[in-house]
């Protein structure tokens, strides 16, 4: 039987690079709505809970902003909001931030898609109930790529007074670019064991664990053989694929060993590069 991670696996705190630190903090609190934990050092934490850290951006001195599409690396990570009326509160801050908005209606879910001053992609989403999601015959979740319904999704935001993401928002999923999407496929799924919940053609594939529609997604829209972006370029730095129980976590450092798969360890977190050279920490849940 192929081995699947723990179904309470999940993605935690994401860690990008950006050019200047001041700019990006007044981003993620005024239009985004996240608030700052702890700042120093260069690198600002911030939060939905005013606990755990969500985002982590640190400043890269002289940086290079590379335009988007560009390289292996992010297409944007997901933050997760727990209902469609905090979507439809976010969406109205978004509009008076004066900044361009995607949207797509993807049956599982309600998306916004922006970018921050330095090009990284971010998306602001609510899931629709489970029981509504359908799958196809093939067992794949269907998706969509439908306009929202803008004034329906404003109107269940109602005129509260907007006052940052709520408590309980977290980090839904995360998309990156991949320069070859058969070897991060079998990486993804069949060392770490998420499962292939959908496809779209040839060029993305989307894993989850637990039945959820996507914790990953991947994509060739960058170019097949495309490089991971420079270290000095603005981006991805690492994300976190959070593990409950510590049994499971080293269950995978020994699957990626026995796969030649370099690790290292950080007190427990194991960091992992795919084969793209994005870098993943696998880390055990935090109690809450």
Same mark, same amino acid.
């Given at each position: 039987?192929?081995y699947r991670?723990?179904?309470?696996t999940?993605?935690?705190?994401v860690?990008?690079?950006?050019?200047?630190?001041?700019?990006?903090v007044?981003?993620?609190?005024?239009?985004?709505?996240?608030?700052?934990?702890?700042?120093?050092?260069?690198?600002?934490?911030?939060?939905?809970?005013?606990?755990?850290?969500?985002l982590?951006?640190?400043?890269?001195?002289?940086?290079?902003?590379?335009?988007?599409r560009?390289?292996a690396?992010?297409y944007?990570?997901?933050?997760?909001?727990?209902?469609? $009326?905090?979507l439809?509160?976010?969406? @109205?801050?978004?509009?008076? #931030?004066? !900044? =361009?908005?995607?949207?797509s *209606?993807?049956l599982v879910?309600?998306?916004?898609?922006i970018t921050?001053?330095?090009?990284n992609?971010?998306?602001?989403?609510?899931?629709?109930?489970?029981?509504?999601?359908?799958?196809?015959?093939?067992?794949?979740?269907?998706?969509t790529?439908?306009?929202?319904?803008?004034?329906?999704?404003?109107?269940?935001?109602?005129? $509260?007074?907007?006052?940052?993401?709520? @408590?309980?928002?977290?980090? #839904?999923? !995360? =998309?990156?670019?991949?320069s *070859?999407?058969?070897?991060?496929?079998?990486?993804?799924?069949?060392?770490?064991?998420?499962?292939?919940?959908?496809?779209?053609?040839?060029?993305?594939?989307?894993?989850?664990?637990?039945g959820?529609?996507?914790?990953?997604g991947?994509?060739?829209?960058?170019?097949v053989?495309?490089?991971l972006?420079p270290?000095n370029?603005?981006?991805?730095?690492?994300?976190?694929?959070?593990?409950?129980?510590?049994?499971?976590?080293?269950?995978?450092?020994?699957?990626?060993?026995?796969?030649?798969?370099?690790?290292?360890?950080?007190?427990?977190?194991?960091?992992?590069?795919?084969?793209?050279g994005?870098?993943?920490?696998?880390?055990?849940?935090?109690?809450?």
């Open positions: 039987m192929a991670i723990h179904p309470d999940a993605i935690g705190q860690k990008s690079r950006v050019s200047d630190l001041e700019r990006s007044g981003f993620y609190r005024e239009v985004v709505g996240l608030k700052v934990l702890r700042s120093a050092n260069g690198t600002a934490e911030l939060t939905a809970d005013g606990v755990r850290a969500l982590l951006i640190t400043e890269l001195p002289d940086a290079v902003v590379p335009p988007r560009s390289a690396g992010l944007h990570f997901a933050i997760l909001l727990p209902d469609r $009326e905090s439809g509160m976010a969406l @109205r801050n978004l509009i008076r #931030g004066g !900044i =361009h908005i995607g949207h *209606d993807h879910s309600e998306a916004l898609y921050d001053p330095d090009n992609g971010i998306e602001i989403y609510a899931d629709r109930p489970r029981s509504r999601w359908k799958r196809d015959e093939n067992n794949e979740y269907i998706m790529l439908e306009p929202i319904d803008w004034d329906g999704l404003l109107g269940a935001g109602g005129e $509260e007074p907007w006052a940052g993401l709520p @408590r309980d928002t977290t980090i #839904g999923h !995360i =998309h990156l670019h991949v *070859d999407l058969e070897k991060t496929r079998s990486f993804y799924n069949g060392v770490l064991g998420f499962d292939i919940t959908a496809h779209m053609d040839d060029s993305a594939l989307f894993f989850s664990a637990g959820y529609h996507h914790h990953i991947l994509n060739t829209w960058a170019g053989g495309t490089p972006a270290p370029a603005t981006g991805l730095d690492y994300f976190t694929i959070t593990i409950p129980d510590r049994t499971e976590l080293e269950t995978l450092a020994q699957r990626l060993t026995e796969a030649a798969i370099p690790i290292r360890k950080d007190g427990e977190s194991i960091i992992v590069h795919d084969p793209s994005i870098e993943i920490r696998l880390e055990r849940k935090e109690e809450k």
